[in-house]
């Protein structure tokens, strides 16, 4: 449970930095005013996660933040594009 809060935390967390910055570049203002909130909620719960972290578990928040970049790489121009933002 803890190994997949981990990776989850620090998946949203990158994810989330990534589309922040893809939203900052677009100039999407609203969106960067939400995304912020997702930033500092999915920051506060790895920052809780982290200190008691065994090494299997620093392995899976390590492999979330990969996977989170690339989701929001991914996911960032499909999003906007359908919303009509771009």
């Not at 969106?31 to 920051?43: K, L, N, R």
């Not at 620093?58 to 492999?63: E, K, R």
Request: some cysteine; proline content about 3%; overall charge positive.
């Amino acid at each position: 449970m803890t190994e997949a809060a981990l990776f989850g935390s620090a998946f949203c967390t990158v994810f989330l930095l990534g589309f922040q910055q893809k939203n900052v570049a677009g100039g999407h203002y609203v969106a960067a005013i939400f995304t912020s909130f997702g930033i500092g909620a999915a920051q506060i719960f790895l920052w809780r996660l982290v200190p008691d972290a065994n090494a299997v578990q620093i392995c899976a928040a390590l492999l979330g933040g990969p996977c989170g970049i690339v989701a929001a790489m991914w996911v960032h121009p499909k999003l906007v594009k359908r919303k009509g933002v771009a």
